[in-house]
């Protein structure tokens, strides 16, 4: 298995659906982050967990949700969502939030949105 | 506010050659530089972390080097291969969890 995995690999939802998605991550891992990459711009930090408690939301909107139910799993909700809400959706896990604490990375979900 | 920047934003040689890849950050007061490695369609793979207090961290044909007071690092690879063609991203560490990201060069090598 590899260290982080990312479900599903696509998703194409309209902006009226509501859709979940998971990150589990098997190196036992203290933190759990989601980022946002879109086209031709830096990645974008949305959320990061620290023994399941939010301690980082970095000015996301409402419409994204995340659930960080144990130190493995990591979920983010996603309802009415926008056009410019298609991205890659990378999850990422680290020992613990130290600055010394490499980020390991999962393959993404690649989020269309009609 | 610190802001990465990486030129070119792609670069395309052939196979064999030695080349340079470029990655500037406005703010010095850093932790680390790390690179990363993102082929298409998929996650970031980290390749070399080079601490505040470092020149350079070296892994096989890989070199990355770090001027902290010009706010400027490379990543040297040696005898380039078609399988190092991919977009590499460097990110500065400013805080405990908090990555600055550039936007990537994306290298193709040609057989």
């Known amino acids: 298995e590899t260290g982080v995995t990312q479900t599903p690999r696509h998703l194409v939802m309209g902006m009226t659906n509501k859709k979940s998605l998971k990150c589990e991550q098997h190196?036992?891992?203290?933190?759990m982050y989601w980022y946002k990459q879109s086209a031709k711009k830096p990645l974008e930090l949305m959320f990061v967990?620290?023994?399941?408690?939010?301690?980082e939301n970095n000015s996301v909107p409402s419409r994204f949700s995340p659930e960080c139910p144990n130190s493995s799993h990591l979920f983010l909700h996603l309802h009415t969502l926008q056009p410019e809400d298609s991205a890659l959706y990378l999850c990422?896990?680290?020992?613990?939030?130290?600055?010394?604490?490499?980020?390991?990375f999962g393959n993404g979900t690649r989020l269309t949105v009609t | 506010k610190q802001e990465v920047t990486q030129i070119p934003a792609a670069l395309s040689v052939p196979e064999g050659e030695n080349l340079v890849l470029n990655c500037s950050f406005t703010?010095?007061?850093?932790?680390?530089l790390q690179w990363f490695r993102q082929d298409p369609g998929k996650g970031l793979t980290s390749l070399l972390l080079?601490?505040?207090s470092q020149r350079e961290q070296t892994s096989g044909r890989l070199n990355a080097s770090l001027d902290k007071s010009s706010g400027r690092s490379t990543l040297y690879i040696a005898a380039s291969q078609p399988g190092d063609s991919a977009t590499y991203l460097c990110?500065?560490?400013?805080?405990?969890?908090?990555?600055?990201w550039g936007a990537g060069t994306k290298l193709i090598i040609k057989p």
């Open positions: 990422a896990s680290s020992q613990d939030t130290y600055y010394n604490s490499p980020l390991h």
């Open positions: 190196l036992g891992h203290n933190a």
């Open positions: 967990y620290s023994l399941e408690e939010r301690v």
């Open positions: 703010d010095s007061a850093i932790y680390n």
């Open positions: 080079i601490q505040s």
């Open positions: 990110a500065v560490r400013q805080s405990n969890y908090q990555l600055i």
